[in-house]
């Protein structure tokens, strides 16, 4: 069975040829009118690729634009091996496709070269019998379909950790009160030698609310929200890294000025970017970079919708803010397991910053992905828009 985009791709040939000959689609008694293929293929959000006989870009559709960073004028002096090493599986799939005159489906190729870096994409190659030799590659993004699954698992470990914490908060306080409250009464009526013992007890209890605090911000509760706007956000967080801890980073910034509000909590969307250009900052930092920088860059994208938690409606998450770092990369032991509670590379560390970052991100209904490797890490926010609903009611 022929899938639509072949059989799109395969009018679009086949009046090309027509008009070759001569041939008039748009009159005749046995023929109806062909509709522009073209328009049709353009339309598509996936991206669409029709290489020839000896691998030239014959026709890319806007989305293959946008998915390959090159545009069709420049692909069209270009090979697929331009692109893609030659030993790359994608050209095993285009050989299976051409000598078995069959559609090959391929999932989680990797397209990595200088110039292009897709993991996880999924790939199906068709002939097209009008065009001998040549292949139409219907190419799929499953990074976002990836990261919808991560980010369920993240709210539940985050909701995992709100019933831990809810438990300390209940069960741990109370009695450590009791102990901090002992060993300061301690601390002025015991010997001098036994003091130091005392003031060991009470900086502990303090350690440990410190920690169930910490743990507490977890919790399932209404957030406020508002117009807020990105770019001040941003702005805000520069400058406390750039005061203290980030002193020594390059910042860049990268903005689209036309960006429109974000609905959502001023307080922790700091928190969110805070956090990640704090991590950003120790990864350049602890791995000695010379010219260690942090990007923040945002930008206005379709097509990317999420359910609103506790509610049945859907909301568009068109607004993506970017912190990017020139780092050595996340290991990849952990990139898989790195919004869940309690992971961490750092010796130092709690492993619920990021953990943090995914329960806010979800609490706003939006959404959080990572691309890293070495010399190039990128946090990616997909944020709601201020909506005309939203601005009425607010």
């Known amino acids: 069975m022929i899938n639509p985009v072949t ?11 027509d008009k070759g000959r001569g041939a008039d689609n748009s009159r005749g008694t046995d023929r109806q009118p062909v509709p522009d293929a073209g328009l049709i293929l353009g339309a598509l959000s996936m991206p669409v690729v ?16 946008q998915f390959l960073g090159i545009s069709a004028a420049q692909l069209a002096a270009l090979r697929l091996t331009d692109l893609v090493p ?30 292009l870096h897709k993991p996880g994409i999924a790939v199906q190659g068709s002939p097209l019998p009008e065009e001998p030799g040549a292949v139409l590659l219907v190419m799929q993004d499953a990074s976002a379909a990836r990261a919808l699954d991560r980010q369920l698992a993240f709210r539940g470990a985050a909701r995992s950790v709100s019933g831990m914490a809810a438990i300390l908060a209940h069960e741990v306080k109370n009695p450590l009160s ?3 409250g002992a060993a300061q009464l301690l601390e002025s009526t015991v010997a001098p030698e036994d003091r130091e013992l005392a003031v060991l007890i009470r ?19 209404p957030i406020q929200r ?10 805000h967080v520069r400058k406390l890294a750039q005061s203290g801890f980030a002193a020594h980073v390059r910042f860049q910034e990268v903005y689209d000025p036309s960006l429109p509000p974000v609905w959502g909590n001023r307080d922790q969307l700091v928190q969110v970017v805070l956090n990640l250009v704090k991590n950003a900052t120790e990864a350049v930092t602890d791995a000695g970079e010379t010219n ?12 990317m919708r999420l359910s609103v938690p506790g ?3 859907r909301v568009e998450l068109p607004l993506t803010v970017a912190v990017r770092d020139n780092g050595p990369g996340i290991p990849d032991d952990i990139r898989p397991h790195l919004f869940e509670p309690f992971v961490t590379s750092k010796a130092a560390g709690n492993g619920l910053g990021l953990s943090l970052v995914a329960k806010i991100m979800g609490d706003h209904g939006g959404l959080i992905e990572v691309d890293s490797r070495p010399g190039r890490t990128e946090f990616r926010l997909h944020l709601p828009m201020l909506s005309e609903r939203d601005a009425d009611a607010f």
């Open 311 to 313: 509610s049945t409606d």
């Open 7 to 17: 059989r799109a791709a395969r009018a679009m040939i086949g009046r090309a040829s």
């Open 292 to 303: 260690p920088e942090i990007v923040l860059s945002t930008a206005y994208q379709h097509g």
């Open 86 to 115: 030659s030993d790359n599986p994608l050209f095993l799939l285009i050989d299976q496709v051409r000598n078995g005159e069959v559609t090959v489906s391929d999932h989680e190729l990797t397209l990595d070269s200088p110039r």
């Open 50 to 65: 029709l290489i020839d006989a000896e691998n030239r870009f014959r026709y890319v559709n806007h989305a293959a634009e």
């Open 203 to 221: 900086e502990e209890a303090d350690r440990i609310r410190g920690l169930v605090d910490r743990m507490e911000i977890f919790g399932e509760k």
């Open 178 to 180: 009791g102990i901090r």
């Open 226 to 235: 508002g117009a807020i706007n990105i770019h001040r956000v941003l702005e």
